[in-house]
């Protein structure tokens, strides 16, 4: 399975941002994903996630601001992203999972101005 993430960029507090993953590959072992994403400093830290009967689950600190989704016919997962936070700064991860392997994309930098 193979991940290219994509969306990323500077934006103002309050902002907005659509992050995309598109997903190819075998991708008819994959039960789950989601996005994960990374702080300077600090550790990788779960984001949002679908799971294998496709319902979503959020991290507290961005219930209600981001939603994940995703379209079959494109391969594609989204992060929509809205009042973002500069505490939202990191570079964001796709990631598939399967009963064989986890699989990341290579992360895009998402950047939050006060």
């Known amino acids: 399975v193979q991940l290219q993430a994509s969306g990323g960029g500077l934006v103002q507090a309050g902002g907005s941002l659509r992050l995309s993953c598109a997903y190819s590959g075998s991708i008819f072992s994959i039960n789950g994903m989601g996005w994960y994403r990374q702080a300077p400093g600090k550790q990788r830290e779960w984001v949002a996630s679908f799971n294998s009967g496709g319902s979503t689950n959020y991290a507290d600190s961005v219930k209600g601001r981001f939603t994940i989704s995703r379209d079959n016919t494109k391969n594609t997962m989204y992060l929509q992203m809205n009042s973002l936070k500069p505490e939202d700064t990191a570079v964001y991860y796709c990631?598939?999972?399967?009963?064989?392997?986890?699989?990341w994309g290579q992360g895009t930098l998402v950047t939050v101005s006060s």
């Open positions: 990631v598939a999972t399967s009963v064989r392997a986890n699989y």
